[in-house]
């Protein structure tokens, strides 16, 4: 079982529609959830991290946890061409103290 | 200053060949990290520096070899490498040591590598 596991996509949504990635890990010992967003050619941004179960809202950007599932989800509403990119997860913590990150979910928004 | 500096942003060099990859902070950060990322891969953690000790290897081979000068910088010296390294190295860090902060990793823009 990989430690972070994402749906590598693509995931297509229209313009305007809310676009949900997901993100499973394996550590049961895992304290903090980041999600990056990554341009072809570009280095991973840090956009938003979570730390407790519930929901945290940033603008446009929603990012849930379940620690009793393992779950990590990202929602983005209003979709934009702009967030045409690849969308990493990254877990901390548990055993490894290591940020380690899933494949990545490429999501492509179609104007 | 919020930003990692990497340089070169581009590197070409053949296989006998010994360059040095540089990365730079001024955001009094005390972790340091250097990532291989191959394309449609995610980054894969090479090295982890705490108060300029290393702390992490990722049983990486002895061609690479990482170097942290001070509080500010971190190099990765390359020596005799093969065309499977040409990748994009990151180097990262973090206000934490433990990278356990909701501030996460800030990623430089990367030094694409390739080996001829």
Same mark, same amino acid.
């Given at each position: 079982q990989k430690e972070v596991e994402q749906n590598s996509g693509p995931l297509s949504v229209p313009e305007g529609a809310i676009a949900s990635l997901n993100c499973t890990y394996s550590d049961r010992g895992s304290q903090s959830f980041f999600w990056y967003r990554q341009y072809s050619g570009k280095s991973p941004e840090l956009i938003m991290s979570i730390y407790s179960n519930?929901?945290?809202? !940033?603008?446009?950007?929603? $990012? @849930?946890?379940?620690?009793?599932? @393992? =779950?990590?989800?990202?929602?983005?509403r209003d979709s934009q061409p702009s967030d045409? $990119?690849? =969308?990493?997860? $990254?877990? =901390?913590?548990?055993?490894?103290?290591?940020?380690i990150f899933g494949t990545g979910t490429l999501l492509a928004v179609q104007p | 200053d919020t930003e990692v500096t990497q340089t070169p942003k581009h590197l070409v060099m053949g296989m006998t060949n010994k360059k040095s990859l540089k990365c730079e902070q001024h955001m009094g950060h005390r972790a340091m990290y250097w990532y291989k990322q191959k394309a449609k891969k995610p980054p894969e953690l090479m090295f982890v520096y705490s108060y300029e000790k290393l702390s992490i290897n990722e049983s990486v081979p002895s061609r690479f070899s990482p170097e942290c000068p001070n509080s500010s910088l971190l190099n990765l +010296?390359? +020596? $005799?490498? @093969?065309?499977? !390294?040409?990748?994009? =190295?990151?180097?990262a860090s973090s206000q934490d040591p433990l990278g356990g902060s909701s501030y996460g990793y800030t990623f430089g823009s990367g030094t694409r590598l390739t080996v001829v």
């Open positions: 519930g929901d945290k809202e !940033d603008g446009r950007f929603t $990012a @849930q946890l379940n620690k009793a599932s @393992q =779950y990590v989800s990202l929602l983005i045409s $990119a690849t =969308y990493l997860c $990254a877990v =901390y913590g548990g055993a490894t103290n290591k940020l | +010296h390359l +020596h $005799a490498l @093969q065309p499977e !390294d040409s990748a994009l =190295y990151l180097c």
